[in-house]
């Protein structure tokens, strides 16, 4: 089983629709990320924590919501969907150190 | 506005040639550097990390960190066509710690 699971891998959804996207990891790290990726535009951070917490915004976190449900968890929201959030998404765990990221498979967001 | 630069590429060098990615980062105090390999739809995953100026090498990959002049770059030597990829140069923007923030990346293209 994968150290850092992303659920779902692939949605759907049509403009307006509240979306989740859930993260869980088994790596026993504190700092957990959520980070986009577009065409040509590589990884751009949207939030992260720290710590169950502990909620900061990132480079792009309009139009975006998380929830820092256990040290485990960490899930982003899109409250109303739009068609220019389709994009691939990426959780990322890392410890207290020295910033090392391990990264879920992604979850393939298309909103219509 | 913290950034980290790259040259998007593609970068096209024969097979057992070596590839020189570039990357300049915008924080004079950034602390870990990190180098990630992303094959297309895929996760990225952690080829190097560099933490103090100079050179790192790690089998045919070399990181080399010049704090001054805010640069990092790694070297692929014998490279192969299995070494074509997107590579992202990540960079850590403060001393306490925080998240990474990506370049664009590079795409290096091995022919054989």
């Known amino acids: 089983d994968a150290d850092v699971t992303q659920t779902p891998r692939n949605r759907i959804t049509k403009t307006g629709k509240r979306i989740m996207l859930e993260c869980s990891q088994t790596?026993?790290?504190?700092?957990m990320y959520w980070y986009r990726q577009d065409p040509g535009l590589g990884l751009r951070l949207i939030y992260y924590?720290?710590?169950?917490?502990?909620?900061n915004k990132g480079e792009i976190s309009d139009g975006y919501s998380v929830s820092r449900q256990a040290q485990a968890k960490f899930s982003l929201s899109l409250e109303s969907a739009i068609p220019n959030q389709t994009a691939l998404y990426f959780c990322?765990?890392?410890?207290?150190?020295?910033?090392?990221?391990?990264f879920g498979e992604g979850s393939r967001l298309t909103v219509l | 506005q913290k950034e980290v630069e790259q040259n998007s590429g593609p970068l096209s060098v024969p097979e057992g040639a070596i590839a020189s990615l570039n990357c300049t980062y915008s924080?004079?105090?950034?602390?870990?550097f990190f180098w990630y390999r992303q094959y297309s739809g895929k996760s990225p995953e952690l080829i190097m990390s560099?933490?103090?100026?100079g050179d790192k090498e790690d089998g045919r990959f070399t990181a080399q960190l010049n704090k001054a002049s805010q640069y990092v770059s790694l070297l692929i030597r014998d490279s192969q066509p299995s070494d074509s990829a997107t590579y992202l140069c990540?960079?850590?923007?403060?001393?306490?710690?925080?998240?990474?923030?990506f370049g664009k990346g590079t795409t290096l293209s091995v022919s054989s």
């Open positions: 990322a765990t890392s410890d207290a150190g020295r910033g090392e990221l391990f």
């Open positions: 790596k026993g790290h504190d700092r």
């Open positions: 924590s720290f710590d169950v917490k502990d909620i």
């Open positions: 924080d004079r105090v950034s602390q870990s």
């Open positions: 560099i933490y103090s100026n």
């Open positions: 990540a960079v850590t923007f403060n001393q306490a710690g925080t998240a990474l923030i």
